[in-house]
């Protein structure tokens, strides 16, 4: 079945630091693929997003390119801020069948100043 | 526009009793989810609807779990008798697409349960 994998966390890094979070898939036919933070208290929500293969999604200075051929999402950013301390999620959309999203672990990013 | 509302925020029961969680979805949003999330885990999917329908129950454990969305839009979820594993925040998200679609999801804050 499909399904997503992260790398391990926590993740702890400088401020000004550049970060790679890596995530890679397997799934049937060509999913969308997603990236969801949470930051300490609140909900989810998307950071960012990519439907096809070479699509790169970016937001707030955070980018991730659909690779296909390595099946792979990772999530980067080239100089990350106390404030983007937060758990970063990769997940895929089941297409076609229910859209349903498919999450990895998460990994939780700690920026320290 | 208002978000996706959750109700209660926390929740702390007994094994074997009951608890039942609400969700009001964002206004025109026709696909509701409910996600299990435990501890160090990323949400899985309990439960689907498109309007008032199920589209995917598959992962719902049925001999405990319910879930209905009465009228197309708010949507409750119900735990009768919960176990110690059932401590987990529950999501609640909603979407704009029909489902199959590749749209965002929208999800509320959530309702984290305790069960001692």
């Known amino acids: 079945g499909n399904s997503v994998t992260q790398m391990e966390g926590p993740v702890t890094l400088s401020e000004e630091a550049f970060l790679t979070i890596n995530c890679t898939y397997t799934a049937t036919g060509y999913p969308s693929l997603f990236w969801y933070v949470q930051y300490p208290g609140e909900g989810l929500q998307l950071l960012l997003k990519?439907?096809?293969?070479?699509d790169k999604g970016s937001n707030k200075g955070f980018e991730a390119t659909y690779r296909k051929e390595t099946t792979s999402f990772h999530l980067e950013k080239g100089s990350v801020q106390v404030s983007d301390s937060a758990v970063y999620f990769c997940?895929?959309?089941?297409?076609?069948?229910?859209?349903?999203?498919?999450f990895g672990q998460g990994t939780t990013l700690q920026v320290k100043p | 526009e208002a978000g996706v509302a959750q109700s209660p925020r926390y929740k702390i029961i007994e094994k074997r009793q009951s608890v039942a969680f609400w969700c009001n979805p964002i206004?025109?949003?026709?696909?509701l989810y409910w996600y299990q999330q435990i501890l160090g885990q990323g949400p899985k999917l309990l439960i689907q609807?498109?309007?008032?329908?199920?589209?995917?129950d598959s992962q719902l454990p049925k001999d405990r779990f319910s879930a209905e969305r009465l009228k197309g839009v708010d949507s409750t979820l119900k735990i009768q008798p919960a176990k110690l594993e059932d401590s987990a925040v529950y999501l609640c998200?909603?979407?704009?697409?029909?489902?199959?679609?590749?749209?965002?999801?929208?999800f509320g804050p959530g309702t984290r349960l305790t069960v001692l």
């Open positions: 997940a895929l959309s089941d297409l076609g069948n229910t859209g349903k999203l498919i």
């Open positions: 206004s025109g949003h026709a696909t």
């Open positions: 998200a909603s979407s704009p697409m029909a489902s199959g679609g590749a749209g965002e999801q929208f």
């Open positions: 609807f498109q309007n008032n329908g199920v589209v995917d």
């Open positions: 990519a439907t096809k293969a070479d």
